[in-house]
């Protein structure tokens, strides 16, 4: 084989080796874009509360899927809403819990698989400790897929 060729040969190679990594990239990113599918949540808390009151979040989750099983790996709470609150309690209690800075949120890891056509309902004991409209994304997370809802709670100033 001439050194051409070789050269050739090499430098094609380098490029496939590429090109079959972009698309390993690509494919992943596809698949993590995507929400999760086949499962309804919801928020409920009250609208409106006072500086100093506790109340209850409570975030609910549905596996809607056939007969696929839904794995809860996280609940993430975005820091805009919780930067009213203190978090008094939470129920269940989940494995841990940990600030992810990149996301900007709080994230309860409960790692709990919901059956097909039941759900699951986890409450977030708040103090409100300011006043102020506080409004953020929840996340229900399945691995790195997640379902996007949103809560928000009004704290109004204690009466005088």
Partial sequence: MNRKKAILMGCGGVVAFFLVGAAVVTAFLIHVS??????GASVE???????????????KVENQRGNDSFMLNDIDINDTYLSGFSVISVDPVPEEDQHVPIDNSQSYSFNVGIP???SREFKFELRAEREGIFRGDVDICEGMRFKTITAQTVVNAKEK
């Fill in 34 to 39: 995507k929400g999760v599918e086949g499962v």
């Fill in 45 to 59: 808390s009250p609208l409106d509360v006072v500086v100093g009151e506790t109340f209850t979040l409570t975030i």
């Fill in 116 to 118: 097909s056509g039941e």
